[in-house]
């Protein structure tokens, strides 16, 4: 079993920034990609951005593309979320997430490709 833990989250003014932070517990993820979604209120749950087991490849949503940046450092099992010129379209819960693979564009961007979730941590931007 895998725990996730988020933090970082908050309330920031349009066009601020926040950095995410997602510790993994129970055993070691470095040998799986994984990845942010959010869920904003009445909405689906959305893919935001996921890396591979390494770090060497990305994959990001259009709507943060350019803005949100994801990064990992296996040694310390943690995952980090870099939100720059954050828009009020981007208040939601974000999750960090497990994958069942090392790596996979196509399964890292759907929700059943990841077999951990953490709760989530609140980001709220104001207009």
């Known amino acids: 079993q895998v725990q996730l833990v988020e933090s970082g989250g908050g309330l920031v003014q349009a066009g601020g920034s926040l950095r995410l932070s997602c510790v993994a517990s129970g055993r070691t993820v470095s040998n799986y990609a994984m990845g942010w979604f959010r869920q904003a209120p009445g909405k689906e749950r959305e893919f935001v951005v996921a890396?591979?087991?390494?770090?060497?490849?990305?994959t990001v949503a259009d709507s943060v593309k350019g803005r949100f940046t994801i990064s990992r450092d296996n040694a310390k099992n943690t995952l980090y979320l870099e939100m720059t010129n954050l828009k009020p379209e981007d208040t939601a819960i974000y999750s960090c997430a497990v994958s069942r693979l090392a790596w996979s564009v196509s399964a890292t961007m759907k929700r059943e490709g990841y077999a951990y979730w953490g709760q989530g941590t609140q980001v709220t931007v104001s207009s």
């Open positions: 890396i591979s087991a390494s770090g060497a490849s990305t």
